[in-house]
């Protein structure tokens, strides 16, 4: 890991490595059982990251952030992560959005199995398995002192609970013995009360500074049907009670995420120190380190947002290729070593900051600049007719094979394979792009006017005679004389110069797609800052589909393949439509860096 750069979070690891933090820990067996504690191999010290999603939606680019991080770490560490599924909140979970993470994480490239001391381990946990433990746990903390039932109505708490200027004050219900709250708690579990007619409270300091710290709610009553345990259960832990048993059980070692639970982080220490005195858990605890979120400009990466622009119809679905989302960054084309690529760069701090979309797109293209087949299209096509076609080769029906690089920058190595080639026919008639043709060119303007000699890349050099318009003065056809013996690749290529090489595709040979060009979904660069309405800035321009002609090369695209279109960006065929009835669908992913010839 020498290349990476270093942040806070890899010297935290690097000490806790080399003063043995955590050396000594067994591990074996499922996290939760009592046997895992105690038996099991010796684990050799290894760290142990996690990723923890609640399966409530489908995962965004700020949770590619926290997996490249968490997985990437115990990479580098020759350690663990991971995948945990918190699913404490029953109502809002479903096993759809479960499929969808595992898939997403893969997806990117990381796995969460490991494999020492003989034997490979799946860690892939669900909160909902603890479900027994955390529930011991607290009528430990019961038993102990550490925790009551509340049945002050919900009102009553929030106002008692005071807030930044004024200490709370104590619950009527506080000083019930450990005997009546133990009682009350069962009758809890039992469905005896109904939903929000108690809580189970830590016992903690009403006055603390820390809001956190004033008796925080670890059980409520819930009447739900859980995805993985039914309806077993009909009180449900809160998260900030079941997280830190969570990594507990699982032996993290660092426990890493995002800013806005630092105000947590007492609390998550006094739990797991409780319940360490209680002899549940084992020392030393997990830590928590908080970082940075992602904010990204021109995206929304709330959930509940992106479900809204998804209910109401603004986009196509969760993967469309203009979401934030893994899947519509997967389908918009970004590959995992981009976005892997974009975590690293992007570092991680603690400090809140915006990052730059074009940040994303520049990992894009470095990831694809070298290994993107190159392929011409012509996104906006007008026809352009060699006149002296027949002349120069006998027969108007005459056609030439062109062949140009897939990929320009890979020439072959003494004994390699020869790198691959693009062949293509160049005839009497070509689509250029309308605007590389100018009746009365503009200044600088060095593509097609008449008198001006220009090069179809790959093909000949031609000089512009003028044009055939329509009544409406549109121009239909653009005429040019081949200049013979210019072939590329020929001795001749070079002896007569051209102002710019245009793009082009044979019309006897190109193909018709449908190309979906994608532009950014917010015209605003912070959609979901301080009180705007994110759906009133959403770019109405944000899709544009054309029917283009790529060269004949593409037929043989896969889905999901990536190209280069020559002057016009990375494209990919889409994952989903590409194929079907043997259409050819491509979606922009991002332009290239230097606009071509502006
Ligand atoms: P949302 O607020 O959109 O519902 P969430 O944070 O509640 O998302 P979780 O499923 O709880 O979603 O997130 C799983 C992990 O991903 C958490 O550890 C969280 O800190 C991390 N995460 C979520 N959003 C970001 C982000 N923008 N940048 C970095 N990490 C993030
Ligand atoms: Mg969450
Ligand atoms: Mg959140």
């Known amino acids: ?85 918190d699913d404490t909140n029953p109502e809002k979970e479903e096993r759809e959005y479960v499929e969808a993470i595992i898939d997403a994480v893969r997806w990117l490239g990381f796995s969460w199995e490991s494999s020492f001391g003989g034997r490979t381990e799946s ?32 009102e009553d708490m929030r106002i008692n609970r ?155 679905g969760w993967d469309d290729p203009r979401m934030p989302t893994i899947v519509g960054l997967r389908r918009r084309g970004y590959t995992p070593q981009a976005i892997q690529r974009f975590a690293e760069r992007i570092g991680v701090s603690k400090a809140d900051s915006w990052i730059d979309y074009s940040v994303l797109e520049g990992c894009l293209r470095e990831d694809l600049e070298l290994r993107a087949h190159r392929a011409m299209a012509v996104l906006d096509p007008v026809k352009l007719v060699l006149t002296n076609w027949a002349e120069v080769f006998g027969h108007d029906d005459h056609t030439e094979i062109c062949t140009l690089p897939a990929l320009p920058h890979s020439p072959a190595g003494e004994g390699q394979a020869p790198p691959p080639e693009r062949v293509f026919r160049i005839g009497k008639a070509v689509w250029i792009e309308r605007e590389d043709f100018e009746e009365v060119p503009p200044k600088g303007y060095k593509r097609l006017y008449p008198g001006n000699v220009v090069r179809l890349k790959g093909g000949y050099v031609i000089e512009c005679t003028g044009c055939l318009k329509d009544e409406q003065g549109r121009v239909v056809e653009v005429h040019a ?25 044979g019309v006897h040979d190109g193909l018709p797609a449908e190309v979906r060009l994608y532009d950014r979904l917010f015209t605003d660069p912070h959609p979901d800052a301080g009180g ?36 016009h960006g990375y494209f990919v065929a889409d994952r989903i439509d590409h194929g079907q009835d043997g259409r050819l669908v491509f979606n922009r992913i991002t332009g290239l860096k230097d606009s071509w010839g502006k």
């Open 123 to 154: 860690h892939l946990y669900y909160a909902s398995d603890y479900f027994d433990f955390m529930y011991r746990a607290a009528e430990y903390l019961i038993e102990a002192g550490h925790a009551y039932v509340d049945e002050q109505s919900a």
């Open 162 to 316: 005071g807030d930044f200027s004024r200490p709370g004050v104590n619950s009527p219900f506080r000083d019930r013995t450990p005997a009546e709250n133990l009682a009350r708690f069962r009758q809890m579990r039992d469905g005896q009360l109904p939903d929000g007619a108690a809580v189970l409270r830590a016992k903690i300091d009403m006055a603390s500074p820390n809001i956190n710290l004033r008796d925080p709610t670890l059980y409520r009553i819930r009447r739900a049907t859980h995805h993985n345990t039914g309806d077993r259960w009909c009180i449900y832990p809160m998260y900030t009670y079941a997280h830190p048993i969570e990594d507990a059980l699982e032996q993290i070692t660092h426990s890493i995420c995002t800013l806005e639970f630092e105000d947590q982080r007492p609390f998550y220490d006094w739990l797991l120190q409780r319940l360490i005195e209680g002899g549940l858990l084992q020392a030393p605890p997990p830590r928590q380190y908080e970082f940075a979120r992602l904010n990204l400009t021109y995206v929304v990466t709330s959930k509940r947002k992106l479900k809204q622009l998804v209910d109401e119809g603004h986009v196509q």
């Open 481 to 505: 004389k081949v200049v013979p013996g210019t072939k590329s690749g020929t001795p001749g290529a070079d002896s007569v110069k051209a102002k710019a090489a245009i793009t082009w595709v």
């Open 1 to 85: 890991n020498d290349a990476k750069p270093s942040h806070f979070l890899r010297q935290i690891i690097e000490h806790d490595l080399a003063h043995g933090t955590y050396a000594g820990r067994r591990w074996g067996g499922r996290p939760g059982d009592a046997a895992c504690h105690s038996a099991g191999v010796p684990d050799p010290a290894r760290i142990r990251t996690r990723f923890p999603p609640e399966p409530n939606g489908y995962l965004h680019v700020g949770h590619a952030k926290s997996i490249c991080l968490n997985f990437g770490l115990a990479r580098d560490y020759g350690g663990v992560c991971h995948l945990r599924f």
């Open 532 to 567: 705007k309405n994110f759906l009133q800035l959403l770019n109405p321009d944000s899709l544009k589909v054309v029917t283009a002609y790529v060269e004949p090369t593409l037929a043989r695209a896969q889905a999901d393949d990536k190209f280069q279109f020559e002057r």
